[in-house]
């Protein structure tokens, strides 16, 4: 019987085995093809094992990530608890610290009422005291009021017109102090006044002679451009004879060549000694003359050259120098002008003081104090003039030198 169902196993297993490749049965299909298809199943089995594996780690990804998340929200709801313990707490210690707070305002308000009602009182007290003192005081001020009035009633007359006496000899030393040291200064100012009216003058007179010399030098510039025009004339009068009487001798050395160029064809015994002569002629003659002449020639074109650089040179002298010479009439004038203001400026303002002072001392009933804050005026006033006097005599020189040197240097290039 075993074996029998072993036969039959096989029996039964045979047909199954029939169709299991690709529709076809074990006898039809080749030994090759058997073993494509087995290393196809063996691919998809590799495959599905890799699949598998996958899953699995997938599997196992998300579980331990579950068991990751469930601690954590385990921490944070512990978290959470012991953070809403925590802030019952602190509600329940703030209800507190407000309960303390607002009993330590009360007991506050009470002291600040009692304080106030405290300070009203003493107030009241001090004005009361205060007001007392015043009156006190007001009384006592009255009183020696009147004894200040009484002792100034008493005053004798004696004393004050002695006094008065006193003070009137004072204003009178002053006042002939002090007109003697006016005259003095006015002496003293219109002294350098004078000086300075007579610098202005002579410094007015050598600018008019520099200005006259720069016009006479101005003037004469036309006259020796006419010298010098007239000597490049003659010049050139003198190269041109000396041109014509070279072209002379050499014509006369052609005739002489041709006639002995005659001779040799005529005499050819003597033909050694006519070349002979004929080289120690040209040798002798010809080259000091051509010297001579090229020397001329380059003098000439270099005498042409420094003319008309010469000229050139005139011209802008002459178109540079006019305007500088107007500008510095201009400028002169103009300081001048400037100087002359000054000078009447500084005069009427002498009088002015002048008069003032006078005025002031002719007063009799001038105080001590007020001619102390005078004199101390005026002598500011003086010495500002004399600064102001200090500056005009610098600014002349300063116009002076410019002036000079302006000329000094116009005269340079005029001999230039």
């Known amino acids: 019987m075993p074996p029998k169902r072993k036969s039959t196993s096989k029996k039964s297993g045979k047909p199954n085995l029939q169709t299991l490749i690709n529709g076809r049965t074990k006898e039809e299909t080749t030994k090759e093809q058997i073993e494509e298809y087995i290393a196809h199943l063996q691919e998809e089995l590799d495959r599905e094992m890799e699949e598998r594996n996958y899953f699995q780690l997938e599997r196992d990804q998300v579980h331990t990530f579950g068991k990751i998340t469930a601690k954590k929200l385990e921490e944070v709801l512990a978290e959470e608890k012991i953070l809403e313990k925590g802030l019952e707490e602190d509600e329940e210690h703030h209800l507190i610290e407000i309960k303390v707070y607002k009993q330590k305002i009360k007991h506050l308000l009470c002291e600040h009422q009692s304080t106030i009602s405290e300070l009203k009182e003493e107030g009241l007290v001090s004005i009361k005291k205060l007001q007392k003192e015043l009156d006190q005081l007001e009384m006592e001020f ?3 009021i009147k004894a200040g009035m009484v002792d ?3 005053l ?4 004050f017109e002695r006094q008065r006496l006193l003070l009137q000899d004072e204003v009178t030393k ?3 102090n002090w007109e003697q040291q006016v005259t003095e200064t006015a002496a003293k100012y219109e002294e350098c006044l004078n000086l300075f009216q007579e610098e202005l003058e002579n410094t007015e007179t050598s600018l008019n002679k520099i200005l006259q010399e720069k016009e006479i030098q101005v003037y004469d510039i036309p006259k020796v451009q006419k010298t010098n025009i007239k000597k490049k004339a003659d010049f050139n009068l003198k190269n041109k004879v000396i041109l014509m009487l070279i072209l002379l001798f050499f014509k006369y050395q052609c005739d002489l060549l041709k006639c002995i160029q005659i001779n040799v064809n005529k005499n050819s015994n003597k033909k050694c000694n006519v070349s002979f002569c004929y080289f120690f002629s040209q040798q002798s003659i010809k080259i ?3 010297k001579t002449v090229e020397d001329l020639k380059l003098e000439n074109e270099a005498l042409e050259q420094k003319f008309n650089g010469l000229q050139l040179e005139k011209a802008k002298l002459y178109n540079s120098v006019t305007p500088n010479i ?7 004038g103009l300081r001048s002008a400037q100087l002359r203001r000054k000078l009447q400026d500084l005069t009427d303002s002498l009088a002015k003081s002048q008069t003032q002072l006078f005025a002031v001392l002719s007063d009799p009933n001038m105080d001590h104090n007020v001619l102390s804050e005078i004199a101390n005026k005026s002598e ?9 006097i200090r500056n005009i005599a610098y600014k002349k020189n300063e116009i002076l030198k410019v002036c000079h040197s302006f000329t000094s240097l116009f005269i340079y290039l005029f001999i230039l």
């Open 142 to 144: 009255h009183k020696k």
């Open 152 to 154: 100034i009633q008493e």
């Open 156 to 159: 004798n007359n004696d004393d």
């Open 174 to 176: 002053t006042r002939n």
């Open 288 to 290: 000091p003359e051509t």
């Open 326 to 332: 107007e500008r510095t009439r201009e400028k002169v």
């Open 380 to 388: 500011e006033n003086l010495d500002s003039r004399k600064s102001a």
